[in-house]
């Protein structure tokens, strides 16, 4: 009897590199010194106008209703920028508040959180990918622009939702299509 060995291909290294590469070049930002002052590039407004995945952009309720789902559909990274200007990708699993008035990040002691801490700001990216949809409906998601809420209001915000373990509180300041 003569076996024949099947070999599948996880589409997981094609889907991070792809999510990795979204990020890289949609959420980065470089500094610059500039005369007395430094000054950002931020490559997310700065970045190709196009997006080719808008028609199957989550809105802000789609987002929500995501969330809720337990496993996510949609796989999701954060982008930072470190102190040295390097990009920084984690891949996390925020959540909203009890409120649902912010995305939260239950993060460690780790160079993503510190770059938050630090820069008040990141790009959060929901990429679902459906391999058996129809063309139009295969990628589906959103790049989300958050800013932090700052310390004062973060510990009044754990204080309020009771959480087990502190969370950073992130104010959602834009909603992108996926690039």
Avoid: H
Wanted: hydrophobic letters at 35%; proline letters at 5%.
């Amino acid at each position: 009897m003569i076996c024949k060995r099947v070999r599948s291909y996880s589409l997981f290294p094609l889907f991070f590199l792809v999510i990795s590469l979204l990020i890289y070049f949609t959420g980065c930002q470089t500094s610059s010194k500039s005369g007395e002052g430094e000054t950002f590039v931020d490559g997310v407004t700065s970045a190709s106008g196009n997006y080719y995945y808008e028609a199957n952009s989550y809105s802000l309720k789609e987002l929500k209703e995501v969330l809720s789902l337990y496993p996510y559909p949609a796989a999701t990274a954060v982008s930072t920028v470190n102190l040295d200007g390097s990009p920084n990708l984690a891949v996390t699993i925020p959540g909203f508040s009890k409120q649902g008035d912010y995305l939260i990040l239950g993060l460690a002691e780790n160079r993503t959180r510190e770059n938050i801490l630090r820069d008040g700001r990141g790009v959060i990216i929901f990429y679902d990918y459906t391999p058996g949809a129809v063309k139009e409906d295969r990628n589906k998601g959103c790049r989300v622009i958050v800013r932090w809420v700052g310390p004062q209001l973060n510990d009044e915000l754990n204080t309020r939702d009771e959480l087990e373990k502190p969370a950073l509180y992130l104010m959602i300041e834009d909603l992108l299509p996926l690039g």
